[in-house]
């Protein structure tokens, strides 16, 4: 059996990963809030270093990572999504990245496609003052900000990474039905999502996000590297027909 650490293991499409790891065989150490093996807060320095001496403790080595936790637009504090969606997730695939000999996936969002990196002040180190702009946009500029923030930044480390003989790729997902989406539906953004229709008009399933991550996991992805997979019920297509 794999070993697969798996952030945001309590929830959503993170919960979806980690039982249907289990369910083929593998051992899962999850990481989140609560409910998880390790329990840590990913949006505080002392918090990432928790969770990766955490996931260390129990294996040494790992088979497999999947960087999942986030928080939606809707969370009151903007520069939390940026803590958690980019710089904890940035924290633990660096972290782990040592003890890894198979493939990792990030859970970064069709939202990073929204951004442009020279346009993103994450870019520049000037989140904090931009969001202290944005007014009412602040949530979902912010998380647009960090899901592109997240994007580039495993792109960036393709070299060092396939050297190391470490595949490490992006899942885009686009509206899935998850706890997540239930709260930004119930937020002030709630028409914005409402009205979002993908071409498969109904939102994706967190086992539909699981399965594509498993995929890029395992064997069959072995010449998969540095790739983001829209998962999106064919909305960026839609979007952005001549544009890829
Ligand atoms: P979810 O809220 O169901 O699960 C997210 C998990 O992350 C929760 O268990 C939560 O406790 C954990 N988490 C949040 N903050 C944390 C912190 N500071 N430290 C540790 N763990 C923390 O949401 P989901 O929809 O399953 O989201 C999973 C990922 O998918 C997120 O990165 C999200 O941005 C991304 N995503 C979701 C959608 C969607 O429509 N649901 C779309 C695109 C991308």
Sequence with gaps: ADVIAVTGSASG?????????????????????RDAEVCADLSAVDGRKAAVSGVLERSGELDGLVVCAGVGPHVPDPMMIVEVNY???????????PALRGAAVAVSSS??????????????GEEAAALAEAGQYAGHLAYSWSKNALTVAVRQRVSQWGAAGVRLNTVAPGAVDTPLLQAGLGSRFGDAIRNYRAPISRHGRPDEIASLIRYLLGPDAGYIHGAQFLIDGGSDALLRPTEF
């Design 13 to 33: 499409i993170g919960a979806a990963v980690a039982s249907s790891l289990r369910a083929i065989g593998h051992e899962v150490i999850g990481v989140d809030l």
């Design 111 to 124: 939202a990073s496609t929204m951004t442009k990196w020279a346009e993103n002040p994450i870019s520049r």
């Design 87 to 97: 710089r904890g997730a940035i924290a633990v695939l660096d972290g782990l990245f």
